[in-house]
């Protein structure tokens, strides 16, 4: 009962204290903390293969990333083949099979995992940081000597086909599909999910001739954060990689010129309770100078919980629960992009509010006490995001697939401090022009369309 009671008065106190604070004037904004990065160790084997050591925290564990330069891109026109290869490292290698990587990785106090992107394959593993030098070694094996058997691909195909088939029933992907397709046609950019067919066709020969033809050290770069032996992992990444053949340079495939748009897209799902809304059009990639600016524009116009579209659509007219926005980024390419389902009654109203919000911010700049919340959410983002192995091995690759300056990261949060709220309209004027958007919606048109008729959008492909 005294721990109860004492419980309780505390709650009181804390209770009394917080009314206290929301009732006083907030403190000023602190200046952001620059972020500190670790001292890198770069080098590079003979055979091109790139490696970054990172001593990082107090936790007596390590991450290794084998990222590999191939991804959905390098496919040719067999979608998810990239994907298809990647789960099948984890499934054997030729010395030994999948339930002896997961056990072999698990008794290292670990796991192992494998991630897709459009440019990039990564093999990842954890573990405790004394076995730092055997998971390289395990990573290196499923890397180098995949076995691609076949009763595991043809597991893995159909696990994909389930995959597939779950992600194609929700509007939301349905939607991404259509947007993305506006800009990007048939590459892997905008054409990201395979047919029936194309997964039917898959099998370990497959796998194996796309895994001879675009992994190799030339392509590769070892990231190694956390707590380890610096000489013991250098000698292990050397031991482990230096064989390995060259391979073929990287392939870089970003899409030229981009077309003009579809304006409007409709795509029909009778009786749907809610519609899903993409609008959006391409801005500049993270090597564009204006590149940061852009993320705090985004961040005040609907990037994060207090944005303007957030507060306008969820908080004041009920119409969404989580619209969001963000800056899609790949390789020398980027889109600016806001998604949100919305009630279908209110689906018009949705898109001419998210447009309203565009205009606002084209005309107006924002007062310097809206952007130092924005700017201060930023920062804050940055440092969790930057605070972990993972994430920190996260920064580092973005960095090297971009070629952004070394200095990126301990510059940033000093970079977004320095955003004014005319640089924020000036950026919104510059890239946000609603007659260059595609608008997509997924939802019951039967009860959408004549919504739209008032919102004079040009243009139409439905399905």
């Known amino acids: 009962m005294k721990t109860i009671r004492n419980a309780f008065a505390g709650a009181l106190v804390a ?18 903390r620059p972020f500190k990065l670790p001292e890198l160790t770069r080098f590079s084997l003979d055979n091109g293969l790139d490696v970054t050591l990172v001593p990082f925290g107090n936790v007596p564990k390590v991450d290794v990333h084998v990222v590999v330069r191939t991804g959905n891109v390098n496919e040719g026109e067999q979608r998810w083949l990239a994907d298809y290869t990647a789960a099948l490292l984890k499934e054997g290698t030729t010395l030994r099979d999948g339930s ?10 670990g796991e192992l995992m494998t991630l897709v992107t459009e440019d990039q394959t990564l093999v990842i593993g954890s573990a405790l940081a004394e076995f730092a030098p055997q998971l390289v070694g395990l990573l290196a094996e499923m890397v180098r000597t995949p076995a691609f058997a076949e009763d595991d691909a ?25 947007f993305l397709r506006q800009f990007y046609g048939d590459h892997a950019y905008g054409d990201i999910y395979p047919s029936p067919e194309q997964l039917d066709a898959l099998d370990a020969a497959a796998a194996r001739a796309f895994h001879e033809g675009n992994f190799g050290a030339a392509r590769t770069h070892v990231y190694v954060a956390g707590m380890f032996d610096p000489a013991a992992t250098r000698e292990a990444i ?15 495939n970003p899409p030229g010129k981009l077309p003009a748009p579809q304006r409007l897209t409709l795509i029909d ?83 001419r509010e998210i447009l309203n919000e565009i205009r606002r911010l084209r005309e107006e700049a924002p007062s310097e006490a809206e952007l130092a919340g924005i700017r201060n959410y930023l920062a804050g983002v940055f440092v969790l995001q930057a605070s972990s192995r993972f994430g920190l091995i996260n920064q580092l690759r973005r960095i090297d697939l971009h070629g952004l300056p070394p200095d990126t990261l ?7 401090n320095a955003v004014t709220p005319e640089e924020v309209r000036g950026i919104a004027a510059r890239y946000l022009d609603p007659q260059k958007m595609a608008l997509v919606i997924v939802g019951d048109l039967a009860k959408v369309r004549p919504q739209l008729e008032s919102l004079e959008w040009p243009g139409e492909t439905a399905r």
């Open 15 to 32: 209770v009394s204290l917080l009314a206290t604070a929301f009732a006083a004037e907030p403190p000023p904004p602190a200046e952001p």
């Open 100 to 109: 002896r990587l997961a056990t072999d990785a698990a008794s290292m106090g």
């Open 154 to 178: 043809e597991r893995v195909r159909a696990d994909l086909r389930r995959q597939l088939d779950v992600e194609l029933s929700r509007a939301q992907a349905q939607a991404d599909e259509a």
């Open 238 to 252: 050397e031991k482990a990689f230096a064989e390995w053949q060259a391979g073929p340079a990287p392939e870089p």
């Open 269 to 351: 799902r009778p009786g749907a309770p809610q519609s899903s809304l993409v609008i959006g059009l391409p801005v500049v990639d993270p090597t564009h100078e204006d590149y940061v600016r852009l993320q705090v524009m985004n961040a005040l116009l609907g990037g994060s919980f207090g944005s303007r579209i957030t507060s306008n659509i969820r908080e004041d007219k009920g119409y969404t629960y989580s619209p969001y926005s963000f800056v899609r980024e790949r390789y020398r390419h980027a889109l600016w992009e806001q998604h949100a389902d919305v009630t279908t009654e209110h689906t018009a109203d949705s898109v």
């Open 410 to 416: 301990e510059t940033y949060a000093q970079r977004i």
